[in-house]
């Protein structure tokens, strides 16, 4: 104790320059998650309201269909934002030629993002799902005595046509009720690693398919599932 030093605090406040060292420093409203539009030389008289245009700008967009049955084909605009500036988060109205196209949310797009817009349920990509039982694996699995489940594969069909006039990009997740053990066109398998149990086990399958006008597309998967025996 007797070696201990005190060396009193400066009273004054010091360099916070210095204080701050290598920290990373902020740009401005653009380098944070907060966006600020500013608009100058605006005067407003004392119970006057205004609709100001804060900017304009041409934007990029495309189509993309998607699809996960049983629900019907969604049709939505992706919205490319290669402006200078994040769109915040706000109505969004659509208009082709003057008319009403589509309205919804636009969500926060940063520099460089893109964002869906709902349009509508997509009338002009025909589409169906169809199943059937290619085999059947009699009690494959018995647990008690007096329990067992047949293993039986399935073949799973969908089938698409463009009557678009326009090359469409379509997306499918396919929900599968088992184990999906083959799919046609490169399909992404995926399993939903809560439910691994082997009567429970599901997942989906995933497609990105391109479609010119009347073009058709068959796109087909396989999977197992254990049913009870009777």
């Given at each position: 104790?007797?070696?201990?030093?005190?060396?009193?605090?400066?009273?004054?406040?010091?360099?916070?320059?210095?204080?701050?060292?290598?920290?990373?420093?902020?740009?401005?409203?653009?380098?944070?998650?907060?966006?600020?539009?500013?608009?100058r030389?605006?005067?407003l008289?004392?119970?006057?309201?205004?609709?100001?245009?804060l900017?304009?700008?041409?934007?990029?967009?495309?189509?993309?269909?998607?699809?996960?049955?049983?629900?019907?084909?969604?049709?939505?605009l992706?919205?490319?934002?290669?402006?200078?500036?994040?769109?915040?988060?706000?109505?969004c109205?659509?208009?082709?030629?003057?008319?009403p196209?589509?309205?919804?949310?636009?969500h926060?797009?940063?520099?460089?993002?893109r964002?869906?817009?709902?349009?509508?349920?997509?009338?002009?990509?025909?589409?169906e799902?169809?199943?059937?039982?290619?085999?059947?694996?009699?009690?494959?699995?018995?647990?008690?005595?007096?329990?067992?489940?047949?293993l039986?594969?399935?073949?799973?069909?969908?089938?698409?046509?463009?009557?678009?006039?326009?090359?469409?990009?379509?997306?499918?997740?396919?929900?599968?009720?088992?184990?999906?053990?083959?799919?046609?066109?490169?399909?992404a398998?995926?399993?939903d690693?809560?439910?691994?149990?082997?009567?429970?086990?599901?997942?989906?399958?995933?497609?990105?398919?391109?479609?010119?006008?009347?073009?058709?597309?068959?796109?087909?998967?396989?999977?197992?599932?254990?049913?009870?025996?009777?």
């Open positions: 104790a007797g070696n201990v030093v005190e060396q009193p605090v400066e009273p004054s406040p010091g360099d916070l320059a210095a204080a701050l060292g290598d920290l990373p420093q902020l740009g401005g409203a653009a380098a944070t998650d907060y966006t600020v539009y500013t608009k030389d605006v005067t008289r004392r119970g006057e309201k205004a609709i100001i245009t900017f304009t700008r041409k934007i990029k967009y495309s189509h993309v269909y998607r699809w996960s049955p049983p629900n019907r084909m969604e049709h939505a992706v919205l490319h934002n290669a402006t200078d500036t994040p769109w915040t988060t706000g109505p109205l659509a208009l082709s030629e003057e008319r196209l589509s309205e919804d949310l636009l926060y797009t940063p520099k460089g993002g964002s869906e817009l709902p349009v509508t349920t997509a009338i002009n990509i025909a589409h799902k169809s199943e059937r039982e290619t085999d059947r694996k009699l009690k494959a699995y018995s647990p008690r005595h007096d329990i067992s489940y047949d039986v594969t399935l073949e799973g069909k969908l089938q698409l046509r463009n009557f678009e006039r326009r090359e469409t990009r379509i997306v499918i997740t396919n929900p599968v009720p088992g184990k999906t053990i083959e799919t046609s066109d490169g399909g398998i995926s399993v690693p809560h439910k691994l149990k082997l009567l429970e086990r599901c997942g989906s399958v995933g497609w990105t398919v391109t479609l010119k006008a009347g073009e058709e597309k068959t796109l087909r998967y396989t999977y197992e599932r254990y049913v009870p025996s009777h």
